[in-house]
C-alpha cells in the first residue's frame, strides 16, 4: 500500500494570501506572483480597460460567469447562485447563448457584444473566460495592442 507523501510545512518566505470576501482571483493572481500586485480596484480596472482592447474577431467565444437570481416558481429569493454563459459570433452577429434562455438572443455586431460584456461587469461578480485557438493564445493577437 502507497503513502501519501509527508506534508511539510510552508516555508515562511512563501507570500500567501488568505481568502478575504469573494476576491479569489485577486488572491490568485498574488499568490502565483508572490506579493501584494493587485487590489480589488486595481483588478476591476484591468478588466474594464482590457474589455476595450479585446480583438473580438481573434476571439472564438466567451463564457462569462455571472450572478443569477433563484426563484422558486414565481417567487425570488434573495440568494444569488454562480451560472456561465456562452458568448459567440455565427455570420457576424454576436449571440448570447445563455441555456437559461429558450432560443440564442442576438447582441448584434461587436459594440453589442461589448456593451452586454460592460453591463454584465457593471453588476460586479462576474468572470469572463476567453475561448481562443493555440496559435491566438500563443501570440497574444486577442488583445489589440493600438
Not at 15 to 30: F, G, I, K, S
Not at 118 to 133: D, H, I
Request: proline residues 5%; glycine residues 4%; negative net charge.
Amino acid at each position: 500500500m502507497s503513502q501519501a507523501p509527508e506534508a511539510r510545512p510552508c516555508p515562511t518566505s512563501v507570500y500567501h494570501e488568505r481568502q478575504r470576501l469573494e476576491l479569489c482571483a485577486v488572491h490568485a493572481l498574488n499568490n502565483v506572483l508572490q506579493q501584494r500586485l493587485f487590489s480589488q480596484e486595481a483588478a476591476d480596472e484591468i478588466c474594464k480597460r482590457s474589455l476595450s482592447q479585446l480583438a473580438l474577431p481573434q476571439v472564438l467565444g466567451l463564457i462569462l460567469n455571472l450572478p443569477s437570481p433563484v426563484s422558486l416558481g414565481l417567487l425570488s429569493l434573495p440568494l444569488r447562485r454562480r451560472h456561465w454563459v456562452a458568448l459567440r459570433q455565427v455570420d457576424g452577429v454576436y449571440y448570447n447563448l445563455d441555456s437559461k434562455l429558450r432560443a440564442p438572443e442576438a447582441l448584434g455586431d461587436e459594440d453589442g457584444v461589448r456593451a452586454f460584456l460592460e453591463a454584465a461587469l457593471a453588476q460586479g461578480l462576474c468572470e469572463v473566460l476567453l475561448v481562443v485557438t493555440k496559435e491566438v493564445e500563443e501570440t497574444g493577437c486577442w488583445l489589440r495592442t493600438d
